[in-house]
């Protein structure tokens, strides 16, 4: 098993908030890893990882188009968002 099966001891930074503000501020209406990874300063695989976790709360759906895994909120976090709002 090599460094990346692991969490990094400096993922905690990139909390949830900030990989759905990625999400959120994409330029177009999907997000890949490698744009919320560009956004929020962090590896690709740490943002996959935060993806995939927010995906399993049901905050973000998950489209798998060949070479590339699309992101996109979920009604659900657009109802949290106007309740927090």
């Given at each position: 098993?090599?460094?990346?099966?692991?969490?990094?001891?400096?993922?905690?930074?990139?909390?949830?908030?900030?990989?759905?503000?990625?999400?959120?501020?994409?330029?177009t209406?999907?997000?890949?890893?490698?744009?919320?990874?560009?956004f929020a300063?962090?590896?690709r695989?740490?943002a996959?990882?935060?993806?995939?976790?927010?995906?399993n709360?049901?905050?973000?759906?998950?489209?798998?188009?060949?070479?590339?895994?699309?992101?996109?909120?979920t009604a659900?976090?657009d109802?949290?968002e106007?309740?927090?709002?």
């Amino acid at each position: 098993m090599g460094d990346e099966d692991h969490p990094s001891r400096f993922e905690e930074e990139y909390t949830h908030e900030v990989i759905m503000c990625a999400v959120r501020e994409s330029p177009t209406p999907v997000a890949t890893a490698g744009m919320v990874a560009d956004f929020a300063g962090c590896s690709r695989q740490t943002a996959r990882r935060k993806l995939s976790e927010l995906h399993n709360k049901g905050l973000l759906h998950r489209f798998d188009a060949g070479a590339a895994v699309l992101w996109w909120p979920t009604a659900a976090e657009d109802d949290q968002e106007e309740v927090d709002g």
